[in-house]
């Protein structure tokens, strides 16, 4: 089963600008993996963010951007407002295992 | 309007099994697929299976094959999630999701159901 790897922990200041990260234990993350973006509030469902590496659901904050950064998808906050403390997970798709695997998620604490 | 509305928390003993619902609203059913995420406490989310509504094709995680079952009934537009033999460490909330065709897009979530596993 591949593994997938987040920063457990950020901090950022309100304004300023962070980039998240998602790595594969068996190779770079593509476009191919169809990378995805969730923010997690405690007590409530995960929120969609980002699908497809880089697209923007219609509610997402234009803060928000999902991108390919070497051989790990990534997503950028900025800038960073204090309601953006949360946990962040990524998803990808392991097409040819038919297989979808979530990071271990980032804990963002804006400070 | 599209909802995902789950069924209510359970609370169960070791050994039992439970059977958690996702009934699906406001689009067609049998166009999106539908994953089930779970979340133990203070944890992080896992991917544990997947349905197609349309074609009942189903794929499971590596770790959860043998343990559970997803099934659909279209006339109900629901999905099921049963989880058998119920462990202490099966004590989460479980989220379905749907996933748009073609775009791996997960884009609504249902509210979460808590299955509580104690002796």
């Known amino acids: 089963q591949p593994v997938v790897t987040q920063e457990p922990s950020l901090t950022v200041s309100p304004g300023g600008t962070v980039t998240l990260t998602c790595s594969s234990s068996?190779?770079?993350?593509?476009?191919?993996?169809?990378p995805n973006w969730f923010q997690q509030k405690p007590g409530q469902a995960p929120r969609p963010l980002i699908y497809?590496?880089?697209n923007k659901h219609s509610w997402t904050p234009a803060r928000f951007s999902g991108s390919l950064l070497g051989d790990k998808a990534a997503l950028t906050l900025s800038p960073v407002q204090p309601e953006d403390e949360a946990d962040y997970y990524c998803?990808?798709?392991?097409?040819?295992?038919?297989?979808?695997?979530f990071g271990g998620g980032t804990k963002l604490t804006v400070l | 309007q599209v909802h995902l509305v789950q069924s209510g928390a359970e609370v169960k003993r070791p050994g039992a099994s439970v059977k958690l619902s996702c009934k699906a609203s406001g689009y067609i059913f049998t166009d999106y697929g539908i994953h089930w995420v779970r979340q133990a406490p203070g944890q992080g989310l896992e991917w544990i299976g997947w349905?197609?509504?349309?074609?009942?094709?189903?794929r499971y995680s590596p770790k959860s094959q043998g343990r559970i079952t997803i099934a659909r009934d279209t006339s109900a537009t629901s999905v099921y999630l049963d989880l058998n033999n119920l462990q202490t460490e099966d004590t989460a909330v479980y989220f379905c999701?749907?996933?748009?065709?073609?775009?791996?897009?997960?884009?609504?979530w249902g509210q979460g159901s808590l299955v509580t596993v104690s002796s």
């Open positions: 999701t749907r996933e748009a065709p073609g775009s791996r897009n997960y884009d609504y």
């Open positions: 497809y590496t880089s």
């Open positions: 349905i197609h509504p349309g074609s009942a094709e189903t």
């Open positions: 998803l990808v798709f392991y097409g040819g295992r038919h297989q979808w695997v």
């Open positions: 068996i190779g770079a993350v593509t476009s191919d993996l169809s």
